[in-house]
Antibody, heavy 120, light 108 residues
Framework: QVQLVQSGAEVKKPGASVKVSCKAS????????IHWLRQAPGQGLEWMGW????????NYAQKFQGRVTMTRDTSISTAYMEVDRLTSDDTAVYYC?????????????WGQGALVTVSS | SSELTQDPAVSVALGQTVRITCRGDSLGGYYASWYQQKPGQAPLLVIYGTNNRPSGIPDRFSGSSSGNTASLTITGAQAEDEADYYCNCRDSSVNHVIFGGGTKLTVL
């Protein structure tokens, strides 16, 4: 069965960076785009961008351009999302999600989420 | 950039029908998808495209679209349908994704 398993919770200080991983199983990573989204406490969902695991191409939301980097390691079926220069506003649960088909922007499988807390 | 607007909260009596709406200019060009999210859980895709349900989603969930409005209808709401519901679609101005603010559904 398809699964996306994310890395664990992190606590970071303002100005630091965080890198969240998303390991895919039950399918071939390179066959589907991976999107990253986040949800601040008590708030709605916010899309951050996608990576095409086959080519490595990325597309970031304007808000995160220059501060977010999405990568992948196809040898271990894992996608990564790194956020630099963290502030308290980046405290959120970060999700990876699989694109249902070729950039459809429908997210059919989700990781369990990784809570990132930014606090001094 | 574009926005999607949802009513913050909706309630429905057990077994009755409820419609959750999502409005935005981008919906005039792209279909919405709908996600159910229960407390402490990741979102779950319930409707995508014209009116498609992923495997395992009950057929009481359906979707429709007219102009700049997309709707999620639950016919015969069950207690387990109580959750937050989010719509999303592609932003028509850039190749990005936008979400509605979410609707909290209460089943009475």
């Amino acid at each position: 069965q398809v699964q996306l398993v994310q890395s664990g919770a992190e606590v970071k200080k303002p100005g630091a960076s965080v890198k969240v991983s998303c390991k895919a199983s039950g399918y071939t990573l390179i066959s589907y785009y991976i999107h990253w989204l986040r949800q601040a406490p008590g708030q709605g969902l916010e899309w951050m961008g996608w990576i095409n695991p086959n080519s490595g191409a990325t597309n970031y939301a304007q808000k995160f351009q220059g501060r977010v980097t999405m990568t992948r390691d196809t040898s271990i079926s894992t996608a990564y999302m790194e956020v630099d220069r963290l502030t308290s506003d980046d405290t959120a649960v970060y999700y990876c999600a699989r694109d249902l088909q070729g950039g459809s922007y429908y997210f059919d499988f989700w990781g369990q989420g990784a809570l990132v807390t930014v606090s001094s | 950039s574009s926005e999607l607007t949802q009513d913050p909260a909706v309630s429905v009596a057990l077994g009755q029908t409820v419609r959750i709406t999502c409005r935005g200019d981008s919906l005039g060009g792209y279909y919405a998808s709908w996600y159910q999210q229960k407390p402490g859980q990741a979102p779950l895709l319930v409707i995508y495209g014209t009116n498609n349900r992923p495997s395992g989603i009950p057929d009481r969930f359906s979707g429709s679209s007219s102009g700049n409005t997309a709707s999620l209808t639950i016919t015969g709401a069950q207690a387990e349908d109580e959750a937050d519901y989010y719509c999303n679609c592609r932003d028509s101005s850039v190749n990005h994704v936008i979400f509605g603010g979410g609707t909290k559904l209460t089943v009475l």
